[in-house]
């Protein structure tokens, strides 16, 4: 007999080790496919020389959108808020926009980001490395509306569902996610009816939507529908198959969370249209870009010229989760130079000068290179 999927379990094709097949064909060595040119074109990047402001407009803030996005009436559209809760809660958003809001800077980085730099290359979403964006992000505190509705002493996670729906590795879905009750009760947990003091875009999650500071983009379910408390760990398939770091596709890998440290530079000088190739005139320039960690603070960035680290100033981020500015200045002598970045955070963890492999393409952090031509 077929089985049928919900949302609680993964039932899709199986690999051979009995798991549910991964979320894309398996990794490549050959040229781009039309698929991913196709994934490419819907889900944008954000232009590297947005890493000049604190605040990323949301025109070229990253976009990443599993399904289609979804034409949501706000005017009829109600959150649920339900399971193990002493009292389920049904909110409109006139009713939302009533409770006391908070607004958190954030930067959201999608978990895929710097897939299509690992060699084999796994057939996804073809990010490059501008999947990221900073925002503010204005709503209600998740935790106020589960101390309003009551969590139960036995509920272990938080399921959040959003309205978009589609198939995904075989399995029919809506888009769903969950957190740990730890996670979910933190103060900075939004949900979130405002970007950058402006009404949701529709690619951003219109008219609600979750955001969990410090973690991967995932987490953070938009066209939000339905908050469910429950007793036992959620298995529905973006928790269980995809997001997880992988060696294989047989192997059940370990789930995603926070965002690995990173930093990236504004290239300088102009580009050539074509190869984005990076073109200088001699003398001082002032490299900038931002770096960020969901783990804790970054403590420290290095910029590397050919090969030779040197700290870069850092400034001061403008949240626990945003992103930080950091310069250095460099005087340009004629000629072809490599320009590197590296930050370090609070953990001690840092940026690998290789890329890391794994089966998904997640979690990527390597340094970024860009070279620059000086004439
Ligand atoms: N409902 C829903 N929420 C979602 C997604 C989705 O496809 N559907 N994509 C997730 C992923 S993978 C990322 S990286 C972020 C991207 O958020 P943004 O498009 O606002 O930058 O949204 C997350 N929330
Ligand atoms: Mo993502």
């Not at 408390?229 to 059940?252: C, H, I, L, M, N």
Request: proline content about 10%; glycine content about 10%; some cysteine.
């Amino acid at each position: 007999m077929k089985q049928t999927y919900t949302n609680q379990q993964s039932s899709g094709p199986a690999t051979a080790a009995g798991r549910p097949a991964p979320p894309a064909a398996a990794p490549t060595t050959g040229p781009l496919t039309p698929e991913e040119l196709q994934l490419g074109a819907r889900n944008h990047s954000m232009p590297l020389e947005a890493l000049r402001r604190d605040i990323t407009p949301p025109g070229l803030h990253y976009v990443l959108t599993h399904f289609d996005i979804p034409d949501v009436d706000a005017s009829s559209w109600h959150l649920r808020i339900s399971g193990a809760v002493e009292m389920a809660l049904e909110l409109s958003m006139a009713a939302l926009r009533k409770d006391p809001a908070i607004t958190v800077p954030v930067t959201l980085e999608c978990a895929g980001n710097g897939r299509s730099l690992l060699n084999p290359r796994p057939l996804s979403q073809p990010w490059i490395m501008e999947g990221v964006g900073t925002a503010h992000w204005t709503g209600v505190p998740l935790a106020y509306l589960l101390g309003k509705a009551g969590v139960l002493p036995h509920a272990v996670e938080v399921v959040f569902t959003g309205s978009d729906q589609g198939v995904q590795g075989g399995v029919p879905q809506r888009y769903a996610r969950s957190l740990p009750i730890h996670e979910a009760m933190r103060p900075d947990v939004v949900l979130a009816y405002k970007m950058n003091g402006s009404e949701l875009p529709p690619q951003h999650g219109y008219p609600l939507r979750l955001v969990v500071p410090g973690w991967y983009g995932m987490a953070s379910v938009k066209w939000l529908e339905s908050v469910e408390v429950v007793t036992a760990p959620f298995r529905g398939y973006q928790q269980e198959v995809a997001y997880r770091y992988q060696d294989s596709a047989d192997d059940a890998g370990t789930p995603v969370s926070r965002i690995r440290v990173r930093s990236l530079m504004v290239p300088p000088g102009i580009p050539d249209f074509f190869t984005r190739k990076r073109l200088l005139k001699p003398g001082p320039v002032l490299l900038q870009g931002r770096a960020w960690s969901g783990k804790g603070a970054v403590t420290g960035v290095e910029v590397g010229i050919d090969g030779t680290w040197q700290p870069a100033h850092l400034e001061k981020p403008a949240g626990g989760y945003a992103w930080r500015k950091w310069t250095m200045p460099w005087v340009a002598d004629p000629g072809v130079h490599e320009l590197s970045c590296r930050a370090t955070d609070e953990t001690g963890a840092t940026q690998p000068l290789e890329q890391n492999w794994n089966y998904q393409g997640l979690g990527n952090n390597v340094v970024q290179r860009v070279s620059v031509t000086v004439e």
